[in-house]
C-alpha cells in the first residue's frame, strides 16, 4: 500500500460505540508511520468533543471548519438537526472540505455519525461520500450483547453499497461482557483484518 494518499473512514454499529476513540488511536498510528495525517468530523450533532479531539490528534494548524464543516447543538440525528435549523447538509460542501484536508496531508482519517446508515440530508448518507472520496471503511464493533447481528449486517450494507470494508475494531465498552467468542465469530465471518492493536487501553 502507498503510505501516502490515504483516505480512511472510520463507522460504527451504533452511535456511542467509541468511534472518536478509534479514530484518535488510529490517527496516532499513522502519524507514527511518519505520515502527516488529518482527521476530520464532517457532521457533530451535540455538545460534544469529538472534533477537538481529532484536530488535536492530528497536531496539525488547520482550520476548524475544515475539520467540521456541520456542527449541530441538538444530540440528534444530523439531518433531522440541519432540518430544525432550517438547513440542508450538502455533500458537495463535506467533500471540497476533504480535498483541502487531503491536499494538506499524506493521510485523512474521517469519522461519521451515528452508524452507516444515518441519512446526511434527505436522499444521501455517508455511503454518498465514501464513495466519492474513495475512502477505505473501518467498522468498530461496541463489543456487547447483539454486536455479533449488528456487525454483521453493518458489514454486509457497507459491501452491498459498493465500499471497501478494510478491517474492523472490536472496542469493549461494556466492562461486563465477555466479547473473546464474540470477536471470534464476527471474524469468521468478515475475514477482514481485525484492528487489535488500537483497543489496548
Same mark, same amino acid.
Request: with cysteine.
Given at each position: ?27 496516532? $498510528?499513522?502519524? $507514527? *508511520?511518519?505520515?502527516?495525517?488529518? +482527521?476530520?468530523?464532517?457532521?457533530? @450533532? ?6 477537538? $479531539? ?24 444530523? %439531518?433531522?438537526?440541519?432540518? $430544525?435549523?432550517? *438547513? ?6 463535506? !467533500? ?17 455519525? +451515528? ?7 434527505? @436522499?444521501? @448518507? ?19 450483547? +447483539?454486536? !455479533?447481528? %449488528? ?10 453499497? +459498493? ?5 474492523? !475494531? ?16 464476527? @471474524? ?14
Amino acid at each position: 500500500m502507498n503510505k501516502k494518499n490515504q483516505t480512511w473512514f472510520i463507522t460504527g454499529t451504533d452511535t456511542g460505540i467509541g468511534k472518536t476513540w478509534c479514530s484518535v488511536a488510529f490517527i496516532k $498510528q499513522l502519524k $507514527q *508511520q511518519g505520515l502527516r495525517v488529518a +482527521g476530520m468530523k464532517p457532521i457533530a @450533532s451535540g455538545k460534544n468533543s469529538d472534533a477537538e $479531539q481529532i484536530l488535536a490528534a492530528s497536531g496539525l494548524d488547520l482550520p476548524y471548519d475544515l475539520i467540521n464543516p456541520y456542527a449541530f447543538e441538538p444530540a440528534i440525528a444530523p %439531518h433531522i438537526a440541519a432540518q $430544525q435549523l432550517g *438547513q440542508t447538509i450538502e455533500l458537495k460542501v463535506l !467533500i471540497e472540505k476533504y480535498k483541502q484536508l487531503a491536499a494538506l496531508a499524506d493521510a485523512v482519517v474521517i469519522e461519521g455519525a +451515528g452508524g452507516w446508515r444515518v441519512p446526511i440530508n434527505a @436522499s444521501q @448518507s455517508f455511503k454518498d461520500m465514501v464513495l466519492a472520496i474513495n475512502a477505505k471503511v473501518i467498522l468498530v464493533v461496541g463489543l456487547r450483547l +447483539g454486536c !455479533i447481528n %449488528h456487525a454483521l449486517l453493518t458489514a454486509e450494507a457497507i459491501q452491498r453499497d +459498493g465500499c471497501t470494508l478494510a478491517a474492523w !475494531i472490536a472496542n469493549p465498552i461494556d466492562p461486563e461482557f465477555d466479547g473473546k467468542a464474540s470477536i471470534e465469530t464476527i @471474524s469468521s465471518y468478515l475475514g477482514k483484518p481485525l484492528t487489535l492493536d488500537l483497543i489496548s487501553r
